[in-house]
């Protein structure tokens, strides 16, 4: 599950399994299932047993691995798939490319799970898109919501940095954004310029990669997925 897709076959087949075992199942006697599966997979406050749903649980795991691609860049694996599939790039920014791995393949599946979990945390700011990135950790989207003024949108952050006081460059910021947005960037601790911008994990306190809270993070992303299809599907039948 590390490391390859299971089919969607053998997911159904054990989770049934798993299900059926729970019931009390016996041979040649079928007991109720009172509450489905994905249900009894709902964390404890929210009615549920916490019950890991197998499909969610393996694009967690398969997060992990696209984590560490993006964390040890310098590691023999990560050398190795970086100059097959992504030669002077890194992995949110690949694609598939030509005659894919499988395991390459099932890594990929789980970057939107890892776009969306990950963080820029502001060091130099050389590296994040004042517009585009995800690096206020304050708000639902990470994401600046408005809209481009002043400087262009492939803007980066260091342009807002006073550089001389290594502080925020407040009458600019002023200047582009609203109130609320300035105190939003301005609570944020900027790092010595030594050191450069870092990816971190929104989904823990320690800013700290888990598969338990990717796997939390993939089941809540199901569900609005899932919601804005059936609103979709709803408006588009009156």
Sequence with gaps: MSF????????????????????GFTENLNKIA????????RKKD??????????????????????????????LGARVIREKY????????????????FSWRSICQAKPLLEEGIIWRVGNGLNIKI?????????????????????NREAKVVEIINLDTNWWNIPLIEHIFPMETVEKICSLAISPRTQ????????????????????????DR???????????MSSSTV
Aim: proline letters at 5%; glycine letters at 6%.
């Design 196 to 219: 450069e911008d870092k990816l971190i994990w929104a989904g823990t306190k320690t800013r700290s990669f888990s598969v338990r809270s990717t796997y939390h993070l993939e089941v």
């Design 4 to 23: 390859f897709r299971l089919p969607k076959t053998l997911i159904k087949v054990t989770n049934s399994l798993m299900s059926k075992f729970w019931w």
């Design 86 to 101: 992504y030669p002077g790039s890194n992995f949110l920014k690949s694609n598939l490319g030509k005659r894919p791995s």
């Design 131 to 151: 517009w585009e990135d995800k690096w206020l950790p304050s708000t639902f989207s990470h994401k600046i919501q408005d809209p481009v003024r002043i400087l």
């Design 222 to 232: 199901r569900v609005r997925v899932l919601g804005c299809f059936l609103a979709c």
């Design 34 to 41: 009172w509450m489905s599966w994905k249900k009894l997979g």
């Design 46 to 75: 929210s009615w549920g047993l916490g019950f890991r749903e197998l499909d969610c649980f393996n694009v967690a795991m398969l997060a992990k691995q696209g984590w560490r691609l993006l964390k040890f860049p310098k590691s």
